[in-house]
């Protein structure tokens, strides 16, 4: 992407003689190494969904789940992250959530673990997940954060990035190869590590 403003290269991917559009819903996922987690961990989305539906977070979960086979992970565990851990009808990320984690349980969503909702401290510290009494496979072993909308994923992209100096990459799914699109503010080695991810998602065969 380098400095060609977003809208311009999204306008090439999704020319419908020579783009890469497939029908499915496009979503960012970024990668990120921390010292204080134990694995790689996916954030979804945080650049390009604003206010997903549940549909729509159905498709970028799928999205992501190649990325993360291709990280390591044999059962991607799908923690749907919220502001809290209980349903709330007032509260559309819980109920969301709630029908996500029924769709995996119908089969309609395979190859992964989703649970949720979840606060984000459920999701990666286990300490924290005990306190509060959740006992899921996700809970303090996430592998893929699943964010309420662009906000709240963009909010914890950047506190990762700044505040946390984490290792990071990220790219575009759902089109017919990922697409590196980086911030114009991300660094040489975060590019860098954005085209390697994009190499390894699209070589990656499964096992």
Do not use: W
């Not at 851990?85 to 969301?96: G, H, Q, S, Y």
């Not at 992964?112 to 999701?123: F, K």
């Amino acid at each position: 992407k380098g400095l060609i403003d977003t809208s311009i290269i999204l306008k090439a991917v999704l020319d419908k003689e020579i783009g890469l559009r497939t029908g499915n819903v496009l979503s960012h996922a970024a990668v990120f190494s921390v010292d204080t987690y134990h694995k790689f961990f996916i954030v979804t989305d945080a650049a390009m969904s604003i206010a997903p539906s549940v549909e729509e977070k159905r498709q970028i979960i799928e999205n992501t789940l190649t990325l993360s086979r291709a990280l390591g992970a044999k059962l991607p565990k799908v923690a749907v992250i919220c502001a809290k851990e209980k349903v709330n009808p007032k509260m559309t990320a819980t109920l969301d959530a709630e029908e996500l984690v029924q769709m995996q349980k119908d089969g309609k969503i395979t190859g992964c673990i989703i649970e949720g909702p979840y606060a984000l401290d459920n999701a990666i510290s286990k300490e924290a997940a005990e306190i509060k009494g959740i006992k899921g496979e996700a809970a303090g072993d996430a592998d893929i954060l699943l964010m309420p909308d662009i906000e709240a994923g963009n909010v914890l992209y950047k506190a990762l990035t700044y505040l946390a100096n984490a290792e990071n990459a990220g790219i575009i799914l759902g089109a017919k190869a990922p697409i590196v699109l980086t911030s114009r503010a991300d660094s040489d080695k975060a590019k860098l590590n954005s085209i390697a991810l994009s190499v390894l998602c699209s070589s990656f065969k499964g096992e």
